[in-house]
C-alpha cells in the first residue's frame, strides 16, 4: 500500500488528535449528518431495497466463490473486444505493468480517474519515480494532491477541508501545477468547482494516456463501468489515445444484467441520488470512439489471500459505496486518516488488516476500532457483516492461527502486548465457570466499597479520566436474593 | 411457564437495583420468576473482544443452567443479543473449525427462548401497560443490540408511553451509539468518551431530568459522563421506572 | 510462473476448503426485486422522467415534430451560440431552422477544436424514467462519446414515449453492451465539498432534454 501509510501510530493515538481538532470534527460532523439524512431519504424511495440488497449480496458471494472462472471468462471477452489483460499479484507488479504501458507511449503526464485500487497501490509515487507526472482529476483528489495531503474518506477523500480551506488550497498550490485559481476567488462551492474546472481543462485536453479503476467488470461482455459526478471520469476514459484501467480482481460480476441491481443501490448508498451524473460502460475499443488501446491491469495485492479467510472473505463484496463511513460514530469522531490505509471507516477496519495483514501496529489495532454499534451493516447495500468481521480478526489478532499470506498458508503467532488482557480473560472465564468464585469476589467489592476510588490508577485511567465510576452496591444482587428468598419474604 | 430472570453479571455485580425492579414487576404481572443462582456471564465480553474460545465454556454453562427453562428473561439488550445473534454463529464457527456440531446443540435450546424483558413484557406477556407510575420527564436511548440485533423497535417506547405521569422527550441522535462498547470504552477511550459526551448533550438538549436504557452497561458510561460533566441528569433502567408504582415509588 | 497463474492457482488454493457448488447462475441469485417500482400509465412515465430530470436540473422542454426545429433554434440562442455540432445520424429537420454554424463530428479532430464548439444536439437510446436518465449509445443520432462531453451546452431528444423505460433494469434490457454506453443524470455536479450537491463540473453544465412524441 502507499507509502505514505508506512509506520502509522495504532488506532487510539492517531484517533486522539482527530478526536480533540475541534475544526476536524465539525467539518466530519457537517459532512457525514449531511450524508446520512438524504441516503436514508434515498433508500426509503425504493420499497425492494431489502430484496435489492440479497440479490447484490448473492451475486458477489456467487462471483467470489467461483472466481477463477469468471476471472478467465472475463479475460475472454476483453480481449476478444479489442483490449489487453495483464495480471498483477501485488503492488510492485501492478506499478510495474502501467509504468512500462505510460512509457511505451512516450508520454511523460497522464490523467487519473479516482480510483481507489490505484491509490492502494501508490501509483502515482510509483509513476513520480519513473518520471510520470499523475493528475487526479476527482475534484476531492485534486484538493488532496494539490494539498499534499492524504485521502481521508471513500468517495470524497477531502472531507476532512471545509470550503475554506479548499479555497486556500486552490489559491496557493494550483499556479505551481498548472492554471492559477482565479483572482478574488471566494470559498462557495460552485466557485471552487468552477476553478477546478479551468484548472484541468487543459490537462484533459492535451492528455494522451488515462488511467482509471472501475466499479464494475462485466465476466460475460468485458465491459468496464465506471460511476461518476463530475465529468472527469468522462474525460480521462473517452479523450486520451490510451486508457489504462487498474482493477481489482474482486469487482468482477458476472452478467450484463447483474448491473440492474448495483446501478440502483451504488448511487443511493454513496452520494444518495437517484442516479449519480455520469456513468460510463465500454467493452474493449470502439473504432473512431474512444482510446484506439485499452489495457485492463487485474490486481489482487491481497484480495486471494482475503478470499481465502471463510469469515473475513465477505468485506470482498464492498462496492466502495462509503455508506458505512457515513454512518460510523467512530469515523466521524476519529476522521479517516487514523485509519492509516486509503481505505477508512468500518470497511476499512475490516480490508486493510486482511490485505496487509495484521502485522504492522497500525493493522492489529484497526479491528478494535469500533463499538460494534451496528450501524455500518444495517446500511452496507451488499450486506457486509462488520462487527462479525471485526470481531473476528479481533481473534486472529489475539490468538494467531492459520491465515494465508500472499498465497502461502503461515500460522500466525498471538500478537504481542495483548498478554495481560488474554491472562484477565482467562481469569474471567475461570471465575464465571466457578459462581462460587464469583459470589466471592462480589462480596469482596461490596465490603471494600468505601476504599474504592473515585480514579483508577494505571490502564483504568482509560475509564475514569472522563466516566465516573460505578458505586459499587452494599450487596450483589444474589445475596439479596438469597437473604430475602427471591423477595418473598418483603424485605427490601 | 417456567421463568428464569438472567441478570448479567454486571447487573448482579453493579446493580441489583434493576434486578429487584425485573422481580418486582414480572411479580406484579403474575409471573413467578426464579433466578438460578449458578448463572454467571453470558461471554460477550470475550466474545467480542477476540476470546471466542474462551467464551465457549461459559456459553456452555449458561445452557446447563438454563437449559430447562421456557423462558429466559434478561433485562440487558446486549446479553440477549449474545445468546440469540452470537451462540449460533459460535456453534457454526465450532463446526467450522471441524469440531461437529456439539456445541451447536448445546446452544440451540436457550437460543430462542432468551427473551429481552421489554420483549418478554410486549410479546410474550402481551402488555404495554404495566400499571407503573413515573412522574419525571424522561427520554429514552435506544442501545445498539436492542435497535440492531434484536429489533426492539417500538416496544420499550410503547411501555414507557403508558407510564402514569411519565412525559416522554424524544432523544436527538437516538440511533447513535453511547459509544461504550465494552472494552471498546477502554481501548479507544478518547473516541469513546466523545461519543458519549455528544450522547449526553443531546439528552440534555431534552430537558429530561432522567435518561433511560434498557442496557446498564450503555447507562454506567453515559452516567459516568453525565457525574463527570455535571449535567444532574440521571441514568435509569427502564425495569426501575416500569417497576415504580404510586404505592412503590422508584426514588 | 506467469502472474496469471500465480492468481488462479492463490483463488483455487483460497477455495479448496468451499464445497463444490455447481448450481447453475439463473438459479444462484434470486432476483425477487422489482422490474419497476410502482403502476404508471405511459403518460405518467414520461411525466416522472420530466419531474425527476428537472430534479437533477436539467432544463425540460416539450414540443412536437413542428416546433422541433423552433425550438431547437432558441434553445442555441439564448445560449449565443455560434458553433453546434452536429452527429452524423441527426435528422437534418431538428436543425433545419438553426442559425449558428453546424461543425459535423467527423469535422472536428482534436478536443481543443471541440473546446471551441459552444453547443451539440443529439438524440439518445434509451431514457430511464425513476432516476431522471438518459443513456447514449454513439448510435449515427448520437455520435461519439466526446462530443457530448467536451461542449458546455448539451440539447438531447428523447422520443417519448417509446424511448422512455420506467425503471434501470427495463434500460439495461435495451443497450447492447458492446456499444460504448454513456448514462446521463442533470448536467455533471460534485458533491466533493462538505458533501453538497453543487452543479457543473467538467461535463455539460446545461443539460436540455426535448421530449419529442413521435
Redesign the interface.
Known amino acids: 500500500m502507499s507509502g505514505t501509510f508506512v509506520g502509522m501510530p495504532a488506532f487510539p493515538e492517531a484517533a486522539r488528535e482527530a478526536v480533540r481538532d475541534a475544526t476536524l470534527r465539525g467539518n466530519l460532523r457537517h459532512a457525514t449528518h449531511t450524508i446520512r439524512a438524504k441516503r436514508a431519504k434515498a433508500v426509503a424511495e425504493v420499497p425492494d431495497w431489502d430484496r435489492l440488497r440479497e440479490a447484490g449480496k448473492r451475486i458477489k458471494d456467487h462471483t467470489l466463490l467461483h472466481l477463477d472462472r469468471y476471472l478467465e471468462q472475463l479475460e475472454a471477452s476483453v480481449t476478444a473486444a479489442g483490449g489487453t489483460v495483464h495480471w498483477a499479484a501485488d503492488a510492485e507488479e501492478a506499478n510495474r505493468i502501467v509504468a512500462g504501458l505510460v512509457k511505451a507511449t512516450g508520454e511523460s503526464e497522464v490523467v487519473k480517474v479516482k480510483s481507489m485500487a490505484t491509490q492502494e497501490i501508490g501509483l502515482n509515487e510509483a509513476l513520480e519515480a519513473e518520471g510520470i507526472r499523475a493528475y487526479e482529476t476527482d475534484l476531492a483528489e485534486l484538493i488532496v494532491q494539490l494539498g499534499k495531503d492524504r485521502p481521508s474518506h471513500i468517495l470524497v477523500p477531502a472531507i476532512h477541508r471545509n470550503r475554506g480551506e479548499i479555497r486556500d488550497i486552490f489559491r496557493r498550490e494550483m499556479g505551481a501545477w498548472g492554471r492559477p485559481a482565479p483572482d478574488g476567488l471566494t470559498d462557495t462551492p460552485a466557485e471552487l468547482a468552477e476553478a477546478a474546472r479551468l484548472h484541468l481543462r487543459e490537462k484533459f485536453l492535451r492528455a494522451k494516456v488515462g488511467i482509471s479503476g472501475a466499479n464494475f467488470m462485466v465476466a460475460e461482455t468485458g465491459t468496464l463501468v465506471v460511476v461518476e459526478s463530475e465529468g472527469n471520469g468522462r474525460m480521462c476514459l473517452t479523450l486520451p489515445e490510451t486508457l489504462i484501467s487498474v482493477v481489482g480482481i474482486e469487482k468482477i460480476v458476472p452478467t450484463w444484467r447483474d448491473l440492474e441491481v448495483f446501478l440502483q443501490t451504488l448511487p443511493r448508498s454513496s452520494t444518495a441520488e437517484r442516479m449519480n451524473p455520469y456513468t460510463s460502460m465500454w467493452t474493449g475499443t470502439t473504432d473512431g470512439d474512444g482510446p484506439r488501446a485499452f489495457h485492463l491491469v487485474l490486481l489482487d495485492n491481497g484480495r486471494t489471500d482475503t478470499l481465502a479467510d471463510e469469515v473475513g472473505r465477505q468485506a470482498l463484496r464492498c462496492i466502495r459505496c462509503s455508506a458505512c463511513l457515513n454512518v460510523c460514530p467512530v469515523y466521524e469522531r476519529a476522521g479517516g486518516h487514523a485509519y492509516g490505509s486509503v481505505y477508512p471507516g468500518p470497511i476499512g477496519a475490516i480490508l486493510s488488516p486482511q490485505l496487509r495483514g495484521t502485522g504492522s501496529e497500525i493493522d492489529a489495532s484497526l479491528p478494535y476500532a469500533s463499538s460494534l454499534c451496528g450501524a455500518c451493516y444495517e446500511v452496507c447495500p451488499v450486506a457486509i457483516d462488520i462487527p462479525e468481521v471485526l470481531v473476528h480478526l479481533r481473534e486472529r489478532v489475539v490468538e494467531g492461527g492459520q491465515v494465508t499470506s500472499r498465497g502461502d498458508k503461515v500460522v500466525l503467532k498471538p500478537a504481542k502486548g495483548h498478554a495481560a488482557e488474554r491472562a484477565a480473560m482467562r481469569a474471567a472465564r475461570w471465575a464465571f465457570s466457578h459462581p462460587g468464585a464469583l459470589r466471592t469476589g462480589q462480596r469482596l467489592a461490596s465490603r471494600t466499597r468505601r476504599l474504592h476510588p473515585r480514579t483508577l490508577p494505571g490502564p483504568g485511567r482509560a475509564w475514569s479520566g472522563t466516566r465516573d465510576l460505578p458505586e459499587v452496591p452494599a450487596e450483589p444482587f444474589r445475596d439479596w436474593w438469597r437473604r430475602t428468598d427471591g423477595g418473598k419474604d418483603g424485605v427490601k | 411457564m417456567r421463568v428464569a430472570l438472567f ?1 448479567t ?1 454486571v ?7 434493576t ?2 425492579a425485573v ?2 414487576l414480572l ?1 406484579r404481572l403474575g409471573v413467578e ?3 438460578p ?5 453470558c ?1 460477550q ?11 465457549e ?2 456459553a456452555r ?1 449458561f445452557s446447563d443452567v438454563f437449559g430447562e427453562y421456557d423462558a429466559i428473561v434478561t433485562p440487558s439488550g446486549s446479553c440477549g443479543a449474545m445468546v440469540r445473534e452470537l451462540y449460533p ?1 459460535m456453534g457454526e ?1 465450532a463446526r ?1 473449525e471441524g469440531r461437529g456440531d456439539t456445541l451447536a446443540a448445546t446452544l440451540a435450546p436457550v437460543v430462542p427462548r432468551t427473551y429481552e424483558l421489554t420483549e418478554f413484557l410486549v410479546d410474550v406477556l402481551e402488555v404495554t401497560d404495566v400499571g407503573a407510575y413515573y412522574p419525571h420527564r424522561v427520554t429514552y436511548h435506544p442501545t ?2 436492542g435497535l ?2 434484536l429489533r426492539l423497535g417500538e416496544r420499550p417506547l410503547r411501555l414507557l408511553r403508558a407510564v402514569e405521569g411519565l412525559e416522554l422527550a424524544e432523544l436527538p441522535g437516538a ?3 453511547c ?19 455528544d450522547k449526553v448533550r443531546n439528552a440534555e438538549s431534552t430537558g429530561a431530568e432522567v435518561l433511560c436504557a434498557a442496557d446498564n452497561s450503555c447507562l ?2 453515559i ?3 453525565m ?2 460533566l455535571r449535567t444532574g441528569m440521571r441514568p435509569v433502567h427502564i425495569a426501575e421506572i416500569l417497576a415504580s408504582t404510586k404505592e412503590d415509588p422508584a426514588v | 510462473m506467469s502472474a496469471r497463474e500465480r492468481i488462479l492457482g492463490r483463488v483455487r488454493r483460497a477455495l479448496a476448503d468451499v464445497p463444490r457448488d455447481d448450481t447453475p447462475y439463473e438459479r444462484a441469485v434470486v432476483r425477487d426485486y422489482l422490474r419497476e417500482h410502482g403502476e404508471r400509465t405511459v403518460e405518467q412515465t414520461v411525466d416522472l422522467l420530466a419531474e425527476n430530470l428537472a430534479d437533477y436540473r436539467a432544463v425540460v422542454h416539450r414540443t412536437d415534430f413542428d416546433e422541433l426545429p423552433y425550438l431547437v433554434m432558441r434553445l442555441l440562442a439564448e445560449r449565443g451560440s455560434q458553433y453546434v455540432l452536429v452527429p452524423p445520424g441527426l435528422p437534418p429537420e431538428w436543425m433545419s431552422a438553426a442559425d449558428p454554424t453546424r461543425i459535423h463530428d467527423r469535422a472536428v479532430s482534436t478536443p481543443q477544436e471541440l473546446d471551441r464548439v459552444e453547443s451539440v444536439v443529439t438524440g439518445c437510446a434509451v431514457a430511464i424514467a425513476e432516476t431522471g436518465t438518459i443513456v447514449l449509445d454513439g448510435s449515427p443520432d448520437q455520435g461519439r462519446r466526446r462530443i457530448t462531453l467536451v461542449p458546455d451546452h448539451h440539447i438531447c431528444v428523447v422520443r417519448v414515449p417509446e424511448q422512455v423505460v420506467s425503471s434501470v433494469p427495463q434500460a439495461l434490457e435495451r443497450l447492447d453492451p458492446a456499444r460504448p454506453l454513456t448514462w446521463i443524470s442533470g448536467p455533471s455536479a460534485t458533491s466533493d465539498i462538505e458533501l453538497d450537491r453543487v452543479e457543473g463540473v467538467h461535463g455539460p453544465r446545461t443539460l436540455e432534454v426535448v421530449l419529442l412524441p413521435s
Open positions: 441478570l453479571c447487573n448482579d455485580t453493579l446493580y441489583p437495583d434486578g429487584r422481580v418486582k411479580t420468576v426464579d433466578f443462582m449458578a448463572q454467571t456471564c461471554g465480553a470475550h466474545y467480542n473482544t477476540g476470546y471466542r474460545h474462551e467464551a465454556p461459559l454453562h454463529r464457527r467450522a445498539c443490540h440492531r440485533s440511533d447513535e451509539c459509544g461504550f462498547g465494552g472494552t471498546f470504552a477502554l481501548k479507544n477511550a478518547d473516541v469513546s468518551a466523545a461519543m458519549g459526551a454506567m458510561h452516567g459516568g459522563t457525574a463527570r
